[in-house]
């Protein structure tokens, strides 16, 4: 067998042109273009690689990205107060505040000041307990990538059996929620989970984000599973790679998606696609 590639380059192209329709549709409606605030605290290369391509996605779909960048002697009274400014701005509905803060700055300030209206990566303590409960929310954007791209590629989940392998607060766990949400029977492994390949054989969909290149390896995946690679780990000469050994699951799994070009293309757009859709997306 050889897997369909989930090819993030094309979703994200056909995502791209849904958000420029909604972003027209927000400006007729509001008379003005939906804006998003981006909170930098590091001043590292990454971040701003980062960073610069969060505001050029937000350029080509017509959201107004606005970068604010705190200074190097901020406290958490002054990131709180830049938070609160930004809550009060009628021109943003969505903010982003970049993980990780610097080591002196608390990312509790951030998840109980930022106005659960605009937390449009789900970090805060609301958006927590709203996906939990199952309400309408906020999701970690890399989350709402992967269901994306399932949803694009027209993988069913309802009913299914769901593997993911890691469990941090920003991908793996909530992720296992929406799956278990829209109906998988879900397994959470993780770096003390024994026998990791009798998990990962079982999955219907593996899903994988654990940060570790070459974990998953081609007799770890049932024939024909969708394998979700969420991984992004940077070699030694600067290339980036997944969790999954690419080349050997591509002849077992029945769809792949590749590191680059797979889940990360998409989860810029869909911190846009929140923002846009912010109003609908919160539930009190
Ligand atoms: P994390 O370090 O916070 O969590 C990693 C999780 O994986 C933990 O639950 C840990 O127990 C588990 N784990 C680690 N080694 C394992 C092993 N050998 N076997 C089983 N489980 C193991 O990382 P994170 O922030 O959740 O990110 C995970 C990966 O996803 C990283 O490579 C990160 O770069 C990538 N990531 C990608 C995107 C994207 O847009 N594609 C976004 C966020 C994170």
Redesign the pocket.
Known sequence: MTATILDGRAIGQAVRDDLARLAAEYRAANGRPAGLAIVRAGWDAASAVYTNALVRAADGVGVVATVVTLAADVDDTGLRGRIEALNADEMVQGILVQLPLPPHLSQRVVAETLDPRKDVDGISLRSAGNLFLRLPSFVP??CA?VLEMLDRAGIAVAGRRAVV????????KPLAFLLLHRDATVTV?????RD?AVWTRQADILLV????PG?ITAEMVKPGATVID????VRPDNTLV??VDFDGVAAVAGALSP?PG???Q??NLMLLKQTLLAPSLWSE
Request: aromatic share 2%; glycine share 20%.
């Open positions: 954007s890399t990538a392998v890691g469990a941090s607060n920003v991908v793996g492994c993780h770096i003390y989970t990791l984000a654990a940060g570790k974990l969420v991984g992004i780990n997944g969790d590191v797979g889940v990360g998409l989860t």
